[in-house]
Nanobody
Framework: QVELVESGGGLVQAGGSLRLSCTFS????????MGWFRQAPGKEREFVAA????????YYADSVKGRFTISRDNAKNTVLLQMNSLKPGETAGYYC???????????????WGQGTRVTVSS
């Protein structure tokens, strides 16, 4: 069974940066495209970024393009989300997820982590 564990969340001022990390275990990591999603209180979980199994293709929500970067290290079973120029409205729980076919649709993901909290203060 796949297990995903996120880390790196915390409190940051608007305009600041955070780097989230997600560690994958239980299966062969390089077989799985990965995604990051976020969920603010009272809102639906929304797509943030995704990356192909090789790392050669990446996808971003329009709202984060140019500020967030997703990457992966298949030797370390890790996917990262570098977040720059954070905005107060981006306060949310951030979740990594694994899928067998890369997609921006949260319904297409088979495995989810427990999330890490990001709070952006104004």
């Amino acid at each position: 069974q796949v297990e995903l564990v996120e880390s790196g969340g915390g409190l940051v001022q608007a305009g600041g940066s955070l780097r989230l990390s997600c560690t994958f275990s239980g299966r062969t990591f390089s077989n799985y495209p990965m995604g990051w999603f976020r969920q603010a209180p009272g809102k639906e979980r929304e797509f943030v970024a995704a990356i192909s199994w090789s790392g050669g293709s990446t996808y971003y929500a329009d709202s984060v393009k140019g500020r967030f970067t997703i990457s992966r290290d298949n030797a370390k079973n890790t996917v990262l989300l570098q977040m720059n120029s954070l905005k107060p409205g981006e306060t949310a729980g951030y979740y990594c997820a694994a899928t067998r076919s890369v997609t921006t649709n949260r319904g297409g993901y088979d495995y989810w982590g427990q999330g890490t909290r990001v709070t952006v203060s104004s």
